[in-house]
């Protein structure tokens, strides 16, 4: 029996889509919408494989043949005011799946544990020879620099974790550097890491809902997605 990969897609207003493996944090795919989007889910699900099987022998998708894609559950991103109220302009709300609901168990929190390391690694393999200059570089288009890159990373990371409600710190107690920055929210997000195996726990935050699955779900994806985007300034 062919496997199947459950996809949460993801559509933004603005004109991206997003499609998330729901089963596979780290998997994602893009495209300008829906169809697009899903289209690029199998070349997304192979490349995940690969990944994984770079950071371990003991993949867990070592043995996926041939799978199939189904699309589970489609959530339309929608704006919000101070008042809660959907306006056009305003601060986005951001998928909350059925299957985020669900707490994990003890081997989605490890998987998670060892998805986060690796990212991580394939982070700090990218820009720890970097010079300042080359940190510090601008690019047309780009928001950030690399340094900035690595600062919001370390960001989102205690972000979520606020989102949960288990930051552990203050946004002021957060360190400027970025590599400071860094590891002490991946240090926080490992030392919680245990606790939320089988945690029932759901909260919201400016309109928005958190769960542990969700939460790992982005950060995984937050991660890697920062990771591509590095390597393309790289080889401007």
């Not at 029996?1 to 997003?18: C, T, Y």
């Not at 299957?99 to 390391?117: C, F, G, I, T």
Request: with cysteine; hydrophobic share 40%; net charge negative.
């Amino acid at each position: 029996m062919a496997a199947v990969i459950k996809i949460g897609l993801e559509n933004d207003p603005n004109g991206r889509s997003q499609a998330w493996a729901l089963d596979y944090p780290g998997c994602f795919a893009y495209g300008k919408d829906g169809n697009e989007t899903l289209l690029n889910v199998p070349a997304a699900v192979l490349a995940y494989r690969d990944w994984l099987a770079r950071h371990t022998p003991d993949s867990w998708l070592k043995d996926l043949g041939d799978f199939d894609v189904r699309l589970v559950e489609t959530w339309q991103i929608y704006c919000i005011n101070q008042d809660y109220e959907v306006v056009k302009d305003g601060s986005p709300v951001e998928s909350f799946f059925h299957q985020d609901w669900k707490p994990l168990d003890m081997v989605e929190a490890r998987r998670a544990a060892l998805l986060l390391k690796w990212g991580r690694e394939d982070l700090l393999k990218l820009v720890l020879d970097l010079d300042d200059a080359k940190l510090d570089q601008t690019y047309p288009g780009e928001r950030w620099s690399i340094r900035g890159i690595l600062s919001h990373v370390g960001g989102a990371e205690w972000w979520y974790l606020q989102s949960l409600g288990m930051e552990g710190m203050t946004e002021a107690q957060l360190p400027q550097d970025a590599f400071g920055r860094l590891k002490v929210t991946r240090a926080r997000t490992e030392a919680v890491l245990p606790d939320l195996a089988g945690l029932e726990k759901v909260s919201g935050r400016e309109g928005e809902l958190w769960s542990p699955r969700k939460m790992l779900r982005r950060a995984v994806w937050h991660e890697l997605d920062h990771v591509e985007h590095i390597r393309k300034l790289l080889r401007l």
